[in-house]
Structure formats: structure tokens, C-alpha cells
């Protein structure tokens, strides 16, 4: 049986974006979605400007890992006309929707406000169009459901509430107005690694067992928060429903990318890509809040692993 620290393999080549490599002056590239695009992995960025605000732009690569070619304009940028972003668009989340023919962005609006919740859509990673604001302030770590659930879309998200900084799931018919929100994951209390807070990672992936999360959670230390990346498994038709939840993190930040940056040791998982022919899953990251590195796993070992763990 594979163990929870070998589970996942750090890239060669990380970190794969960082901002002495960007084509225009940037402070930092993290958390970015992840997708396939015909026969190229796209990553939809998000790339902080040397003011501290946040904007989306794609970069992308035959191999998901060396050559990213990086858009000279960003995807989503604020452009004056929704004030909820107007500090920035921030941490996307990338799901192919098969039965619209697009991908939907789940996306964190920063403004006056607070941080909030944005969804937009793309057809092609060309053209992008908002669908507004899903859910108002405090909210943030959104990622929707590939498909339908009993007839409704299924938003994963993180509102400040009484309980502290946990996943919930909200319900929609038309991905505009959401409703019957429900804890699906906890903080665990005391010594957890993860008893500060948590949050979704990439959308959820559909396999035979349930839904396959990655998800950040946060230990908070003297010098400040810990961020690493567990795995658990949802019910694949009622996924408030945790079947099974890692007691050990599987990624966490040592690497020197990782534990060095703006906001040193951060791992932060926002895109995860399936690869059918090798097995192989690749999830992209933010590191240290600085720059992009990408880990690797076989679904099947995933899998193996998250069957051994204890239910949610
Ligand atoms: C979270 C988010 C992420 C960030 C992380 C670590 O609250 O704001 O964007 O990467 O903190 O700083």
C-alpha cells in the first residue's frame, strides 16, 4: 500500500510558471485552473499585477508540464463595470460542462465588499462571458459539479458562517441563482492539520468510487497559516455526503517554492487534469503564493489510498 507522502511526485521541471518568466511585469502567478483543450492543458492563471490586484490569463502547453506559451491579454480582468471585482479576480476553478458544449469558471470577486463568488464561461478560452455574481461576501473557494444532480448544478464553496471556514454546497437550476446551502466538510478541531479552515480544491472528479476532492486545509502556527492539500471521496449522488476523508495530508509545502514567496508555505491546489491513457493525474498548484508547480499520482493508487481511509 502506497503512503500519503508518496502518493503524489513534484514535477522536474517546478515550479512550471513563475513571474521572472511571465511576458509582461507581474508580482506573481498562482492558483490556476486546469483543463484540457483539445489536445493542450490550458491553465487560467491567476496573475497578481504590481498593485496587489488580481487578474486571469491563459497559459498553455502540449504536455501540461514544459513550453507554456502564455496569452498576451489577460481572460478576465476587472474592467469597470462590475464592482465586485474591482481588487481583483482571484483562485479560478476550470469545469468542462459537457451538456452546455463550455467550461464554466468558478472564480473569487474581490471588492469592497469582500471576497465573493463569481462564475463566467468560455466556449473556446478566446472569448470569455460573466454570468455574475453567484454568491455575495464572505465567500470564496467555489468549484462546480461537471453534471447535473436530481435536475440541479452543484456549487462547492467556502462562506464565512458560525461553523468557522468549511466546504459547503449550494444548489441551482439556471448556475444564477443558488439555494439549500449544506456542509459537506468540516474543520477537525485541536491538532488536525487541517483545523483552521478548509476549502475545495479543483472540481471534484467522477469516478467508480465517488467523487475524487482535493482540498487545502489550514493549520494555523506562530508564523502564520500552513497551507496543504488532502484527498477525500464524496457520494457520487448525494456529495454532501463524505465516504471517505485522508487523516494525513498528502501534499504539503517543503520544496523551496513552496516554503519560500510571498506567503511562504502555501500549497495550493486549484486544478486537477485527468490524463484516461496513462492514468495519470496532474495537479497544479499555487506555491508560496508566487508561482505554479504541478504533482503527479496514479488515479488507481488514489484511489487505493482514499478506499483504506477512514469515512468522512
Ligand atoms: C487563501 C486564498 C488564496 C491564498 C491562500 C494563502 O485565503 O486567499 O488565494 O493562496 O489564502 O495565502
Known amino acids: 500500500m502506497i503512503d500519503s507522502a508518496s502518493l503524489f511526485t513534484r514535477h522536474s521541471g517546478n515550479p512550471l510558471l513563475a513571474p521572472e518568466r511571465w511576458p509582461y511585469p507581474i508580482n506573481a502567478v498562482l492558483n490556476a485552473g486546469a483543463t484540457m483543450v483539445g489536445d493542450e492543458t490550458v491553465l487560467l492563471c491567476r496573475v497578481e499585477d504590481r498593485r496587489g490586484f488580481s487578474h486571469l490569463t491563459c497559459a498553455r502547453s502540449r504536455d501540461g508540464a ?43 470577486a474581490f471588492g469592497r465588499g469582500g471576497p465573493a463568488i463569481s462564475l463566467a464561461q468560455t466556449e473556446d478560452f478566446t472569448t470569455f462571458e460573466r454570468l455574475g455574481l453567484a454568491m455575495g461576501p464572505d465567500d470564496k473557494n467555489a468549484a462546480l459539479l461537471p453534471r447535473r444532480i436530481g435536475g440541479d448544478w452543484l456549487l462547492f464553496h467556502r462562506p464565512d458562517s458560525e461553523h468557522g471556514a468549511e466546504v459547503w454546497l449550494s444548489r441551482s437550476s439556471d448556475l444564477r441563482k443558488w439555494r439549500a446551502p449544506e456542509l459537506v466538510m468540516g474543520r477537525r478541531q485541536g491538532g488536525w492539520w487541517d483545523s483552521a479552515r478548509v476549502g475545495m480544491g479543483p472540481p471534484p472528479l467522477e469516478t467508480e468510487h465517488g467523487w475524487l476532492v482535493v482540498y ?24 454532501a455526503h463524505v465516504l471517505r476523508r485522508s487523516e494525513e495530508w498528502v501534499l504539503g509545502p517543503t520544496a523551496d517554492y513552496e516554503t519560500s514567496g510571498d506567503v511562504p508555505n502555501v500549497v495550493f491546489p486549484c486544478g486537477l487534469v485527468h490524463h484516461p491513457d496513462t492514468d495519470r493525474l496532474c495537479l497544479y498548484y499555487g506555491a508560496a503564493d508566487t508561482r505554479v508547480a504541478m504533482a503527479t499520482a496514479r488515479r488507481s493508487d488514489v484511489l487505493d489510498y482514499l478506499l483504506s481511509c477512514p469515512p468522512g
Do not use: C, F, K, M
Open 66 to 108: 514544459s513550453n507554456w506559451v502564455v496569452d498576451e491579454r489577460p481572460a478576465l480582468a476587472y474592467d469597470g463595470t462590475h464592482a465586485e471585482e474591482e481588487w481583483g479576480l482571484e483562485d479560478p476553478r476550470v469545469t468542462h460542462v459537457e451538456e452546455l458544449g463550455l467550461w464554466i469558471i468558478a472564480y473569487t
Open 216 to 239: 487545502h486545509g489550514v493549520r494555523q502556527t506562530v508564523a502564520g497559516g500552513l497551507y496543504r492539500a488532502g484527498l477525500a471521496l464524496l457520494d457520487l449522488e448525494q456529495p
